[in-house]
């Protein structure tokens, strides 16, 4: 309560303030969101290189370098393992990623519709993943690791006898 009787703000500017503010805040998450998948792929690049590398670098030196065939395939096994323990781990944020960003998008989509009017933004579906990029790293993430193994598979562990 006052007491020089001055009138406060309206209850409906304050609300509409906040929610504008709230607003802000749910475009900039959908923004990070979007980058984070990106930062995501780059992560999963850089550590798949550096790990296939050495499995590599294993396969061409290990005789040069006099370790026993089976300790080298196991060390190549080993490197691939963490290959794909990078690329689950990428995945998994990645999906993640995707639902922060359905909940933020109906949360922003919730208040343009009320601030603005019903329908003004059209609600995401995801039945229209064919057109998200997250998909394709996805695949892509997915096609490089089964490319990885059946190579090793095929080509390298056979030829470390």
């Known amino acids: 309560?006052?007491?020089t009787g001055a009138p406060?703000?309206?209850?409906?500017?304050?609300r509409r303030e906040f929610a504008l503010e709230r607003y802000r805040y749910i475009l900039q998450q959908i923004h990070a969101?979007?980058?984070?998948?990106h930062r995501f792929l780059a992560l999963y690049q850089t550590l798949a290189t550096a790990l296939v590398?050495?499995?590599l670098a294993l396969f061409?030196?290990?005789?040069?370098?006099?370790?026993p065939a089976a300790t080298a395939r196991g060390g190549v096994v080993g490197?691939?393992?963490?290959?794909?323990?990078?690329?689950?781990?990428?995945?998994t944020l990645i999906v993640v990623g995707v639902l922060a960003w359905l909940d933020y998008r109906h949360e922003e989509c919730d208040i343009t519709d009320e601030l603005i009017g019903p329908g003004f933004r059209k609600r995401p579906?995801?039945?229209?993943?064919?057109?998200?990029?997250?998909?394709?790293?996805l695949l892509f993430i997915l096609v490089s690791v089964?490319?990885?193994w059946v190579l090793a598979g095929l080509l390298l562990l056979p030829a470390m006898r």
């Open 1 to 3: 309560m006052t007491t």
């Open 8 to 14: 406060g703000p309206e209850p409906a500017a304050v």
């Open 33 to 37: 969101v979007n980058e984070n998948a």
């Open 53 to 55: 590398s050495g499995a």
């Open 60 to 67: 061409v030196g290990f005789r040069k370098w006099d370790i």
């Open 79 to 91: 490197l691939l393992t963490l290959t794909t323990v990078a690329a689950a781990f990428t995945c």
């Open 125 to 137: 579906r995801p039945g229209n993943f064919v057109r998200w990029y997250e998909t394709y790293v």
């Open 146 to 148: 089964i490319t990885m």
